[in-house]
Nanobody
Framework: QVQLVESGGGLVQPGGSLTLSCSAS????????MGWYRQAPGKQRELVAV???????NYLDSVQGRFSISSDTAKMVVNLQMNMVKPEDTAVYFC??????????WGQGTQVTVSA
């Protein structure tokens, strides 16, 4: 049984920094993609950043240059470094892993609140 555990969320002031981490326990399979999504109240879930098996990285336009995604596929850890955060970054952030075969795996989410 696989579960993803996110950590690092919390309250941060505008312009500050925050690091989110995701660890996959019980993982025994290869991976196509690992990434971070977010969902703000009343909004649709959106992709924030993704890193593929081949190492290709893509970011949501609004976080480009501010956020950085990194991963260790051997340890099954994916991180999101959030810099120069803005109030509009406030959301529940979800870790997701797409295996080579089978359904995507999702974490339970961690709240990030950007407010002065």
């Amino acid at each position: 049984q696989v579960q993803l555990v996110e950590s690092g969320g919390g309250l941060v002031q505008p312009g500050g920094s925050l690091t989110l981490s995701c660890s996959a326990s019980g993982w025994r399979f290869n991976v196509n993609k690992m990434g971070w999504y977010r969902q703000a109240p009343g909004k649709q879930r959106e992709l924030v950043a993704v890193i593929t098996r081949e190492g290709k990285i893509n970011y949501l336009d609004s976080v480009q240059g501010r956020f950085s995604i990194s991963s260790d596929t051997a340890k099954m850890v994916v991180n999101l470094q959030m810099n120069m955060v803005k109030p509009e970054d406030t959301a529940v952030y979800f870790c997701s892993i797409q295996p080579r075969h089978g359904l995507d795996i999702w974490g339970q989410g961690t709240q990030v609140t950007v407010s002065a």
